[in-house]
């Protein structure tokens, strides 16, 4: 059964901006993890952009409740380069009291916009 549906863009250059105005806006949106690519090298900013979108997409597909902390949802990627949402803290409660069992993520960007959608399963 579907419990939410969240879907979400980002404007890769205005997240950028942002980024550069505002300094320690990164930790306070991602875990360190995600702020780099496997070989060790800074992640770009379009799969930056990508995964603050997977954030903003998952707080709709939970019905955007306030309290939620972004640094209680992580973008993983997995081996296969299949990105995967883990969740944990104010995200996780706030999952489990609607019955969530799964979460499903997909992430794209192209042409300046990054976006993602999630599927809250219960």
Do not use: N, Q
């Amino acid at each position: 059964m579907i419990i939410g549906v969240g879907i979400d863009v980002a404007e890769i250059d205005r997240f950028d901006d942002a980024l550069r105005r505002t300094p320690g806006m990164a930790d306070r949106l991602f875990v360190e993890h995600e702020l780099w690519l496997p070989s060790g090298e800074r992640r770009g900013m379009a799969s930056l952009a990508a995964r603050f979108a997977a954030k903003e997409a998952l707080a709709k597909s939970l019905g955007a409740p306030g309290g939620l902390r972004w640094t209680d949802a992580e973008i993983l990627t997995e081996p296969s380069g299949r990105p995967r949402l883990s969740i944990r803290g104010t995200v996780a409660t706030c999952a489990e009291r609607l019955g969530v069992r799964g979460l499903h993520v997909s992430l794209s960007h192209d042409a300046g916009v990054a976006s993602a959608v999630v599927i809250a399963e219960g």
